[in-house]
């Protein structure tokens, strides 16, 4: 299995509050990437990263935010979060070859907003 | 903008059955699919990839095919057992970024 890590994996809060992601990687892939799946809609991408500090927004990205200070981390924020952002959140990490962009992703975490 | 579809939603299948499962995409400008299997509760785990330039993968009973042109994948299952129940999702790499389908449902019984 590749070398991914989330936390935390299962998480509740309140609507309002301030809500962090982390995952880890020891593979040293270049890309990084946050998905969320909810029921009916399969995996949406929300951001990507593809190098420290340079990042992307992806199909779903609003109410949240991205930052990668470091290869092995990809740290997704809410800011402020809300009933609809209640989901499961899947990291995953590719290598930089674009000719098969083989995506691996970690074990995710659900994420329940009251 | 592109769109992944997979069809049947659900399938239940007695063990030994060989079965197909299809996935289809509207934009032919695809650079790979990848086939996923997701157990329930678990992450995903990636089954075959296959290049924009070939035509299928094959990994121990399970084989990829993929026809750019009409826009479809199929993933063959040959010998199905119980524990190739899961959710079997499709996602094509499309400029920079895997668009997924909604995925098929799978069970196998004894």
């Known amino acids: 299995d590749a070398g991914i890590t989330q936390s935390p994996r299962h998480k509740v809060t309140e609507t309002g509050t301030p809500v962090t992601l982390r995952c880890h990687q020891t593979?040293?892939?270049?890309?990084m990437y946050w998905y969320r799946q909810d029921p009916g809609h399969g995996l949406r991408l929300i951001h990507y990263?593809?190098?420290?500090?340079?990042?992307d927004k992806g199909e779903v990205s609003d109410g949240y935010s991205v930052s990668r200070s470091k290869t092995e981390d990809f740290l997704l924020t809410l800011e402020s979060a809300t009933s609809s952002q209640t989901s499961v959140y899947f990291c995953?990490?590719?290598?930089?070859?674009?000719?098969?962009?083989?995506?691996?992703f970690g074990p995710g975490t659900r994420l329940t907003v009251l | 903008k592109q769109e992944v579809t997979q069809i049947p939603a659900a399938l239940s299948v007695p063990e030994g059955e060989n079965l197909v499962l299809n996935c289809s995409f509207t934009?032919?400008?695809?650079?790979?699919l990848q086939w996923f299997r997701q157990d329930p509760g678990k992450g995903l785990t990636s089954l075959l990839l296959?290049?924009?330039?070939?035509r299928e993968q094959t990994s121990g009973r399970l084989n990829a095919s993929l026809d750019k042109s009409s826009g479809r994948s199929t993933l063959y299952i040959a010998a199905s057992q119980p524990g190739d129940s899961a959710t079997y999702l499709c996602?094509?790499?499309?400029?920079?970024?895997?668009?997924f389908g909604t995925g098929t449902r799978l069970q196998v019984f004894p």
């Open positions: 995953a990490i590719s290598a930089p070859s674009m000719a098969t962009n083989e995506q691996f």
């Open positions: 593979e040293n892939h270049r890309y």
């Open positions: 990263s593809y190098g420290v500090k340079d990042t």
């Open positions: 934009d032919s400008a695809i650079y790979n």
């Open positions: 296959i290049q924009s330039s070939q």
């Open positions: 996602a094509v790499y499309n400029t920079d970024k895997l668009i």
